[in-house]
């Protein structure tokens, strides 16, 4: 093929630019823009995605090389993706080849082809319908249960409904399954596929979903602000009930994997569709099946954690992200997105509308309302006959503790247990003590690589760093004078697991952290025991506070809000406010009147007072008043430059370096200065913090300051990274 056009490639490498090849020898027809193509980089062949035809190259083409291999004969990805993945890589500032690498699954990364689509799994026989198994046969009568509502079981989604294969293929051998292979379709979706919910529309939420009816689809930004237990999934249900039966597909984001099963849950009783469902746990094969399914129509609804908010659609027709404020949809490393936001720039190029849902909107999205860029939509009254719990505030000062509860809390969770309802106390650190210290000389339990001490883990018998997760076997005698007055020090859900059963050894106890709900159905099973106990005592960190529906819990316990009320960050007085306004909510969400107990050596704090006795919202009104007053996002733009290296000097030294390659420009520059773990994995983090009034003057001046970085960053020596709009500056 003659020289006269080339072709741009965005190579997933960690280099801020695209690169130009000349087409591949042996095709006739390039390869149009979307397709994946192989090319020789350096020594290595590595998998790019075409972004463009030239007639120019800045080289000659006697300097450029050929693509190598053409592994898709149609584009994988669309225009809309590719102006995304653009995006992306213009507005956080990062190399566009890994901007167009994470729209894909690893395996389309890796070069891998496409999978068969065949679908496999159980439907019932006719001799199956009457069919019950023994009593003791757990497993099967969940199945069976299954397919009282359901027609079919996909192979895919037999985890997310909690049955196992081996109960599947036991009921196939006594003729009540019948497993099947079957090409999908893309279904017409109809009102016939709906299961209507046996509640009806109360008012407020009647009238938000004719307001959405109301205009044609286009473009809306929408923050729907509903407190706790206001009905906020039975307006999404409603919202994606129209877009389904238009034909198109709806995108649904949830914060937390835990959250991802209950809400399929929902979604299957109501839709008889295909549903793809994103999360951490899933196989590269399951990936990309369900990534294919969308793609191609087959699936019309997409569920999943943060990333899914890259799954190829079709004809996507609605974006929602459920609790818009959680932190969770803030990738924290490599390229560092917010998914809310790159769901409104998605929806804003889709020309669909997004729903922002929350009890607790961000301080961000919250001004947008205000200022007219988002619609807002409130429900201020709890579905059904439910009302808000009442809060108490529990003054701790030279009172009694147990292990950081106090004793005043403990008949009231007595009194709980004893009218056969459940308790939920909260704590925000697991394990069983944050340090292990020696009563005769004071060494404390302290990680080697960072600047943190080792929590007890008494179950597992080791000290862990909650940072770089160094693992140490619990000493029997302090390492420097050989005592063995060896004693704890502070509270995590292990030990207030510990000591809530001591107190109350009849009542069923569960604890709800990361490290009892590691394996990939934990966290379901646990949910469904807990929703089958009348009386119970819930222990757990910030996992218990997200969106989880726990329909007996009557009484909330908030222990040690002091530590989350004095945050260092400016942030740390608003995420207060979301986290204690959300677990208060997890209390009386039926017709079962609610209590919040929160413990606090400071019960006359202003704002702890504000959030108690007017809410969230105006607490927020108050903060985002603050914030004007001081400059601070959302009124102006922020980003966070961090350095780490093996020597503090040397990274002070660059980050003063990088400072002065912009000290001309007009944006304020703070730092560097360490970052509150100031050593992590033996290396040192500082950070030089950029604030501009104009998102166009921090641009620029990131700008800059990347290109000399270019030149002095050794990566061999030093962990690099721009974090724009960051939500953690600690």
């Not at 160094?470 to 063995?484: D, F, H, K, T």
């Not at 009849?506 to 379901?524: V, Y």
């Not at 400059?631 to 780490?644: D, H, K, N, T, V």
Request: charged residues 20%; neutral net charge; hydrophobic residues 40%.
């Amino acid at each position: 093929m003659p020289h006269d056009l080339f072709l741009k490639i965005a190579v997933n490498c960690p280099l801020r630019r695209s690169f130009d090849y000349l087409p591949p020898k042996q095709v006739n027809e390039l390869p149009v823009p979307g397709t994946r193509v192989s090319v020789p980089f350096g020594n290595r062949k590595l998998t790019g995605i075409v972004i463009a035809t030239t007639a120019t190259s800045d080289l000659p083409a006697n300097k450029l090389r050929h693509v190598e291999t053409v592994l898709d004969s149609t584009p994988i990805v669309s225009t809309t993706m590719m102006q995304l993945a653009t995006w992306m890589s213009d507005y956080y500032q990062h190399p566009i080849g890994e901007c167009f690498a994470i729209l894909l699954p690893s395996l389309l990364r890796k070069g891998e082809k496409q999978v068969d689509l065949s679908e496999n799994g159980w439907q019932l026989t006719d001799s199956g319908k009457d069919f019950r198994p023994a009593a003791n046969a757990i497993q099967q009568q969940k199945a069976i249960d299954y397919f009282q509502s359901n027609a079919r079981l996909n192979d895919d989604n037999k985890g997310a409904a909690g049955i196992s294969l081996s109960a599947l293929k036991n009921l196939v051998k006594k003729d009540v399954l019948h497993p099947y292979t079957e090409q999908p379709a893309k279904m017409e979706f109809t009102a016939a596929h709906i299961h209507h919910s046996p509640f009806g529309l109360n008012t407020q939420q009647a009238g938000l979903i004719q307001r959405f009816e109301a205009q044609p689809p286009s473009f809306r930004p929408i923050l729907l602000e509903g407190i706790t237990g206001s009905g906020k999934t039975e307006v999404y249900l409603q919202l994606i009930e129209r877009v389904l039966l238009a034909g198109k597909q709806a995108l649904i984001l949830v914060p937390e994997i835990g959250l991802t099963p209950q809400t399929i849950a929902r979604f299957q009783k109501r839709f008889d569709c295909a549903m793809a469902v994103f999360h951490s746990n899933l196989t590269d094969q399951q990936r990309l099946r369900y990534w294919q399914q969308s793609q191609a129509g087959i699936a019309r609804i997409i569920i999943g954690t943060r990333s899914a908010l890259f799954t190829a659609t079709e004809d996507l027709g609605i974006i929602i992200i459920d609790e818009e404020h959680d932190l969770s949809y803030k990738q924290q490393d490599g390229l560092r997105y917010s998914a809310r936001d790159l769901a409104c720039v998605r929806a804003k190029i889709e020309q669909i509308p997004v729903v922002l849902g929350s009890a607790t909107p961000s301080l961000e999205t919250l001004n947008n309302a205000d200022t007219q860029k988002f619609e807002h939509w409130e429900l201020t009254e709890r579905a059904g006959n439910a009302s808000p719990a009442t809060v108490e505030l529990v003054d701790i000062r030279n009172q009694p503790m147990v292990d950081g509860l106090a004793e005043s809390v403990l008949p009231h969770i007595a009194h709980c247990l004893q009218q056969q309802q459940q308790a939920l106390v909260f704590i925000n650190r697991r394990g069983f003590a944050p340090m292990l210290i020696c009563h005769d000389c004071g060494w404390v339990s302290q990680c080697e690589a960072c600047d943190a001490r080792m929590t007890l883990h008494l179950r597992a018998q080791h000290l862990r760093c909650h940072h770089c997760q160094a693992v140490s076997p619990i000493p029997m005698q302090c390492p420097a004078c050989q005592s063995s007055e060896l004693v704890y020090q502070g509270a995590g859900t292990e030990r207030l697991e510990s000591t809530l059963k001591q107190h109350f050894p009849d009542a069923p106890l569960f604890r709800i952290d990361r490290d009892t709900t590691a394996g990939k159905q934990t966290m379901q099973n646990m949910l469904a025991q807990i929703h089958e106990q009348p009386s119970a005592i819930l222990v757990g960190t910030q996992m218990l506070a997200k969106g989880h529906h726990f329909p007996n819990v009557t009484l909330v316990v908030i222990l040690e809000a002091d530590s989350a009320l004095m945050g260092t960050d400016y942030r740390a007085t608003e995420r207060f406010g979301q986290l204690v306004t959300q677990i208060v909510g997890r209390a009386g969400r039926e017709e079962k009147p609610g209590h919040a107990l929160i413990q606090t050596h400071y019960p006359d704090h202003m704002q702890l007072q504000k959030l108690v006795h007017h809410g969230y919202r105006r607490l927020a009104m108050d903060l985002l008043s603050q914030r004007r007053e001081l400059g601070l996002p959302p009124f102006s733009f922020q980003a966070l430059i961090r350095l780490e290296a093996r020597d503090a000097q040397d990274a002070i030294n660059l980050l003063q370096h990088l400072q002065q390659s912009i000290s001309h420009l007009p944006i304020i520059a703070i730092g560097p200065y360490p970052a509150n773990l100031q050593r992590r994995a033996h290396y040192f983090r500082f950070q030089l913090m950029l604030q501009a009034h104009q998102r166009a003057q921090l641009k620029y001046a990131v700008g800059i300051l990347l290109d000399t970085a270019t030149a002095l960053i050794k990566p061999a020596q030093h962990r690099f990274s721009v974090d724009i709009d960051p939500q953690d500056v600690s």
